[in-house]
Structure formats: C-alpha cells, structure tokens
C-alpha cells in the first residue's frame, strides 16, 4: 500500500519550453503533497508543500511563478517548470503523507522521481 | 526554522562491520525523525523512523536512537552488508504545525566483501 507514481520518469525539453511533472497517489488520498529537488550528489530540497484546494507554501528561494504546482485533487498533484533553462535540470522527487494512515500523516511516501534535462 | 546536520558525508566499512552515522537537528519541537536509504537513481526509502516519545527503537540490523535533550539522533545498521552501500538521509519534521521534511546533507555508505 501507499504507492506513489510520477510521470513522466525523464524529460528532455529546449530552454524556454515549459514542462508539467504529475504526481499521483494511488491507493490513498494523500492529505498533503510535497515537491523536491535533488541536484546530483546533494540532499533532497523542500521546494513547497501544498494541500488539496489551496496554495501550495513555497521555501525561501522558490519562485513561486516559475515553479506552478496545482494540487486540484486528493490523488494529483502537478509541479510546471515554466520557462525552463539548464540550470533547472535537476531530479525532481514528490511525495504524499495522508492523516489517514498510520502514523498520523508523519510518513512520506516517494514518488521515483523525474529526471528532467534543459538543454 | 529547522536545521539538519549529518555527519560524516562518507563512511566505509568492511562487511560485517557496524556502521554509525549521526544527525543533530535545531528545533526543540521536532517530534518526528526518519531515516532513508537512496540507491542511485531512485526514490528515497523509508528504513527506520523514530517519534519523540522513545529514545530507541530496533527493526533487526537496524537501530535508531534519539537523545531529545542533546537535539540528536543516530542510525545504527550493525552487521553490514554489501547490499547496504547507499546514500541514507536523516530527516526532521520541518515545524510541528506541518508534516514537511528538512533532510540532511546525506551519508554515503559503502560496505566492502
């Protein structure tokens, strides 16, 4: 259970481009979505967090109008790199906690990740 | 806001050995510690996570321990094994009023036959 998909796994796009990355929870409803950045060989990044019919809250350092995420349901969320440029290339990696599960909703369930390249 | 430290960012060791690696964090109201496992290329893996309200907690070759008073928390994987060279990540909740994570810099294990 508490299986977390990500599509596309890997995007290669032209700067300039805009790219949408969609995040899906499964088999539960996720309570809460989060969106992070790992650059190779660094640690994961909090970009935002972002619940179901509200704005998503952005870390210090994200732009907000260049990275769109839209969490328009319980099972989706979508992160849009706009106006993409290389040194946005980066593996992006959502997860999904839900209050429902056990544990609370303490418990982030990983996405695998998108492998995006700006070339 | 929350801070992580992790230490070291490279360990190795030889098979069978135990290996350690030790996370301190900043916000006294963190409440929620878990700890991950990445192969390269794929998503993080919860292996062990640890509530404020224990200072220890064992699931076979692995142990966490946390030390509320000093703000600090270790992994213990005793018995290694090659299969276990990984990168692993500490995280803290990152505000008790949420569920978000502020990882670690990350350790990169590397358990040698």
């Known amino acids: 259970g508490a299986v977390v998909s990500q599509h596309p796994s890997w995007v290669i796009c032209k700067s300039g481009t805009s790219v949408k990355i969609e995040c899906r929870s499964l088999d539960f409803q996720a309570t809460t979505m989060f969106w992070y950045r790992q650059f190779p060989k660094q640690s994961l990044m909090l970009m935002a967090t972002s619940n179901e019919g509200s704005k998503a809250t952005y870390e210090q350092g994200v732009e907000k109008d260049k990275f769109l995420i839209n969490h328009a349901s319980l099972t989706l969320s979508t992160l849009t790199v706009t106006s993409a440029h290389p040194e946005d290339s980066s593996f992006y990696i959502c997860?999904?906690?839900?209050?429902?599960?056990?544990?609370?909703?303490?418990?982030?369930?990983f996405g695998p990740g998108t492998r995006l390249t700006v070339l | 806001g929350e801070n992580v430290e992790q230490h070291p960012s490279t360990l190795s060791v030889q098979e069978g050995d135990s290996a350690v690696i030790k996370c301190t964090y900043s916000?006294?109201?963190?409440?929620?510690f878990p700890w991950y496992k990445q192969e390269l290329g794929k998503r993080p893996q919860l292996i062990i996570d640890i509530r404020s309200n224990v200072g220890e907690k064992k699931d076979q070759r692995i142990a966490v321990t946390l030390n509320k008073t000093a703000k600090h928390f270790s992994l213990h994987i005793t018995e290694t094994q090659p299969e276990d060279s990984a990168v692993y990540f500490c995280a803290a909740i990152l505000n008790q009023a949420g569920t978000a994570l502020i990882f670690g810099k990350g350790t990169t294990l590397s358990v040698s036959s």
């Open positions: 916000d006294s109201a963190s409440n929620y």
């Open positions: 997860s999904a906690s839900s209050r429902g599960l056990a544990g609370g909703g303490h418990e982030q369930f």
